[in-house]
């Protein structure tokens, strides 16, 4: 992957101990320990690179109260640990396909309705595990996606945290 491809990413994330976040004008809500998956896209300038050292920098600076906080994924990442990245450069938006594939995961629930999805029609693009989900499980659903045969560089996930 270039610097500034534009691409579709998941968040592994990791809670210790229930939380409980106040993500902006959505509300509060307890958050129970446990992992979360969280699906975005980064089809700007700077691509996937800029989005991800943005987020990354924003968990670095956690204890920045000052902070001004745009996305829903930021507030959660003030207190989650961010475990994985995986992603693929497309200039497709496939954030919305591959929530469909992800809610379809064994064991998902949907903490908080409406997460991330202010822009499309999804229930939320962050699903709950009590246990940890595993990338081969997922690249796997999104294989058995016929939506997705046309573009099988969605299922090439490059895993870690770039
Ligand atoms: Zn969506």
Known sequence: MTEAEPGTYVFLLKLDKQERITVGKLGTFDFPAGYYLYVGSALGPGGLQARLTR???????????????????????????????????????????????????????????????????CPAHLIYFSARPDRKQFEQALQACSALSHQPSATQLSGGIP
């Open 55 to 121: 987020h990354r920098r924003n968990t670095a600076l956690r204890s920045n109260s000052g902070k001004k906080l745009h996305w829903h994924i930021d507030y959660l990442l003030q207190r989650a640990q961010l475990i994985e990245v995986w992603s693929v450069a497309s200039k497709e938006r496939l954030e919305c396909k591959w929530s469909e594939v992800a809610r379809k995961l064994p064991g998902v629930q949907i903490p908080v309705q409406g997460f991330g999805s202010s822009d499309c029609h």
